[in-house]
């Protein structure tokens, strides 16, 4: 059974940053792509970005690119988020993920494991 916990939210001002880190318990999920997704009150939860098994291979949501960015350290099981720039619309709760990408396509997944989430907010 794979465990992923999310560290590093917090309160911050418009304009500034935050890194956030997921770590996984068991190193399962270097095989797996892994992503982040948020959800704001009154919203449903909605795809951030994701990275490929090896970290070669990144996707951006078109309202966090150039803002953000997605890494992962594969030795030490762990992937990160490093958010600069931020809006107030980018507060949520933000949850990270890992799956299983299809044969196809690395971007192609069903996420079976999740977070618990940390919440972020951004203060205007």
């Known amino acids: 059974q794979v465990q992923l916990v999310e560290s590093g939210g917090g309160l911050v001002q418009a304009g500034g940053s935050l890194a956030l880190s997921c770590a996984a318990s068991?190193?399962?999920?270097?095989?797996?792509?892994m992503a982040w997704f948020r959800q704001a009150p009154g919203k449903e939860r909605e795809f951030v970005t994701a990275?490929?098994?090896?970290?070669?291979?990144?996707w951006y949501d078109a309202s966090v690119k150039g803002r953000f960015t997605i890494s992962r350290d594969n030795a030490k099981n762990t992937m990160y988020l490093q958010m600069n720039s931020l809006k107030p619309e980018d507060t949520a709760v933000y949850y990270c993920?890992?799956?299983?990408?299809?044969?196809?396509?690395?971007?192609?997944?069903?996420?079976?494991?999740w977070g618990q989430g940390t919440q972020v907010t951004v203060s205007s």
């Open positions: 993920a890992a799956g299983k990408a299809s044969s196809s396509s690395w971007i192609t997944v069903t996420y079976d494991y």
């Open positions: 068991t190193r399962t999920v270097n095989s797996y792509t």
């Open positions: 990275i490929s098994w090896s970290g070669q291979n990144t």
